[in-house]
């Protein structure tokens, strides 16, 4: 049985999601009318422009962009198109991942929408216009390898502040690509201790890792669990523990420096697992 998908759900109005649109659209939000940048994205998208009142036009576009309602929606097959080419994900808007696809693909960037140009691409590289992809159960505690992507230091850091991460190692269920190396989540801290040299307490932080891109382009709920400590701690990632409060040991506390302020570089690895079972799209590749 296939369960639905307990993902991040879009807290925000009208506006605030076609601002997160054109982010992953373009690489950033677009300036100018709301109705004009609505347009825009209309004719990237299918073509033409839509019938109907602002926010129902919007709807549309975000469910073709990530809601995968039946199909894999424009995010997740652009996310499958590289991950055939280059056994990872890039970062930028759909945009600007098609264009360059196209150029190493078919040696030119193409016109029209983002549905013909997929096809195009899909033909070229899996010889089909349909990307194989297809929906499976994604068990819970499914772990995870992702790193830090910039430096971070319990000195400067505030509770509630964002800490970013990307997948580091694809990972497969059954031949079935479901995290791609390159993928964006993120965590949010929850406690932060600044060192006091004179005492020798060290700094320490505490993250909720509570999000991560799946392939299919949306964000499943992950968290820190049992399991992802104890592939931490048999792989003795030290740093990438002492991100998440874990309980260190005498060997590995001589790693932290005493009465410092903990300094974790870009890069940083850690493990973190799926919170709920889940229905994914996967990229099939076996």
Avoid: C
Wanted: no cysteine; proline share 2%; aromatic share 6%.
């Amino acid at each position: 049985m296939i369960f639905s998908l307990p993902l991040k759900t879009f807290a925000g109005s009208a506006t605030d999601k076609l601002v997160q649109i054109e982010q992953d659209t373009y690489g950033a939000e677009k300036v100018g009318a709301i109705l004009d940048r609505i347009s825009r994205l209309e004719k990237d998208f299918f073509g033409e422009n839509m019938r109907g009142n602002m926010n129902a036009r919007i709807d549309s576009m975000y469910m073709s962009l990530y809601e995968n309602v039946g199909e894999p929606g424009i995010l997740a097959k652009v996310n499958a198109l590289e991950w055939n080419v280059n056994q990872e994900v890039s970062e930028g808007g759909v945009d600007e991942r098609l264009s360059a696809l196209e150029e190493t693909i078919l040696g030119k960037v193409q016109t029209g929408s983002f549905s013909a140009r997929i096809r195009k691409l899909s033909q070229a590289t899996f010889g089909d216009e349909n990307i194989p992809m297809i929906q499976i159960q994604l068990p819970a505690d499914t772990l995870v390898k992702v790193a830090l992507t910039e430096s971070i230091t319990s000195k400067t850091l505030q509770v509630g502040d964002t800490v970013h991460i990307k997948v580091v190692e694809n990972v497969l269920v059954d031949g079935k690509v479901v995290f791609a190396k390159g993928l964006r989540g993120e965590g949010i801290v929850k406690s932060v201790r600044k060192a006091k040299g004179w005492t020798g307490r060290n700094g320490k932080v505490d993250v909720n890792f509570e999000t991560l891109r799946t392939i299919d382009g949306r964000d499943i709920s992950t968290y820190v669990g049992d399991a992802a400590k104890a592939e931490m701690e048999q792989k003795q990632m030290i740093e990438g523990a002492s991100l998440v409060a874990m309980n260190l040991n005498d060997d590995w506390n001589k790693v932290l420096v005493r009465g410092k302020n903990l300094e974790l570089t870009a890069g940083t690895e850690l493990y973190i697992q799926t919170k709920s079972p889940a229905a994914v799209y996967v990229l099939t590749v076996d």
